[in-house]
């Protein structure tokens, strides 16, 4: 009864990985549909938005979606994790909580001057 009982646990948690991950990749689908739209309003004559409001749009969304596939990475490793499994999950919570705090000093500099020049 245990073995069953795991096996349902394990396949409820992967289901709920797979959808946590369906998530983020629709949140970033949904962010490049709005930073698009974004781009696009000057030229049919919309001159409010600008390059840098897209690309914070766009951050925004991808902060989210760096968040929902953390989630999913934990949750893979969540029901009986080898060591291999934590390794890696350390190191992609690395690179992804790198990659979030960039974007959030990116979004919080273009709240502080949003005119500013791009590179």
Sequence with gaps: MFE??????????EWLRLFVEGLGAAVIFFGLIATLRMLFK???GDREEGFGKA???FARYLTLA?????????????VSPSWDQIGK??????????????????M????????????
Excluded: C, W
């Excluded at 999950?89 to 990116?106: P, S």
């Design 108 to 119: 919080k500099e273009e709240a502080r001057n949003p005119g500013r020049a791009l590179p």
């Design 66 to 78: 760096l968040e929902l596939q953390l989630a999913a990475d934990v949750l893979s490793t969540s």
């Design 89 to 106: 999950l350390a190191a992609i919570a690395v690179i992804r909580t790198a990659l979030n705090y960039f974007l959030m000093q990116e």
């Design 42 to 44: 000057p030229l049919i």
């Design 55 to 57: 690309r914070i749009t």
């Design 4 to 13: 069953h009982t795991e096996h349902l646990v394990r396949l409820s948690v």
